[in-house]
């Protein structure tokens, strides 16, 4: 889980670039953001890791792999890893002690919530009419 928040992290560096590309500046924006919060999941499992002593890797992530670079494709990008880190999660669960249940119940709130945005987006982005403008309105803070 910890490779994949960190892969997740550079996945959003990554989208991020690919909404300014798109002059999508509040997506791009939304999605810096997001890319701080994975790091920050990432230290969540690494704090946890420390305080029942052993050491979290840190793995090399990848190049994000992104055959579709339109908006609907960068939003069903973000969908399918965010839907599937939550499926590990739910996966690695039931292998874990009780003390690790404990936390990754929070993580599992966490990931539920990254995961349900994401499939918010998808819809927001058809609910919009594939309107790139109208969409990115969504994201202004
Ligand atoms: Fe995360």
Partial sequence: MAASELQAR???????????????????????????????????????ANDTGWELETSAVEEPDLED????GILAYVEAFEVQLLKDYDRFYPKA???????????????TKGAGEAMDNVRLWETCNGIPALFDQNFKK
């Fill in 69 to 72: 670079e339109s908006v609907k």
């Fill in 10 to 48: 550079q996945n959003y560096i990554y989208l991020a670039n690919c909404a300014q590309k798109h002059a999508l500046f509040n997506l791009q924006a939304y999605f810096e953001a997001e890319a701080d919060s994975e790091q920050e999941h990432y230290y969540k499992l690494r704090d946890f």
């Fill in 97 to 111: 002690s009780p003390t690790t249940q404990a936390f990754l119940v929070k993580m599992l709130k966490i990931q």
